[in-house]
């Protein structure tokens, strides 16, 4: 069964950091296009970042300079580190492929505090 968990959410005061992680339990994950999202209360899922395969990563507007997508396919985990974080960055952040084609996980909490 494909399972995402994802972890290292938290409260912080804004302009503070976080690193998310996500591990992923399935076997093409070295060859998948791996991406963050995160839903806002009373919003719609958005994408965060995505990570391709070989590397290359892509970020919304909003989170371009700040956020880094990472990966280790070692691992089969894939990592978030946000920096600067502000009040607006508040969601529950999930990962999933770029094309959301696993199964959702729970996801983890960050809350960001003005």
């Known amino acids: 069964q494909v399972q995402l968990v994802e972890s290292g959410g938290g409260l912080v005061q804004a302009g503070g950091s976080l690193r998310l992680s996500c591990v992923a339990s399935v076997s093409t994950f070295s060859f998948e296009i791996m991406a963050w999202y995160r839903q806002a209360p009373g919003k719609q899922r958005e994408l965060v970042a995505f990570i391709s395969s070989g590397g290359n990563t892509n970020y919304a507007g909003s989170v371009k300079g700040r956020f880094t997508i990472s990966r280790d396919n070692a691992k089969n985990t894939v990592y978030l580190q946000m920096n600067s974080l502000k009040p607006e960055d508040t969601a529950v952040y999930y990962c999933?492929?770029?094309?959301?084609?696993?199964?959702w996980g729970q996801g983890t909490q960050v809350t960001v505090s003005s």
């Open positions: 999933n492929t770029y094309y959301g084609s696993l199964a």
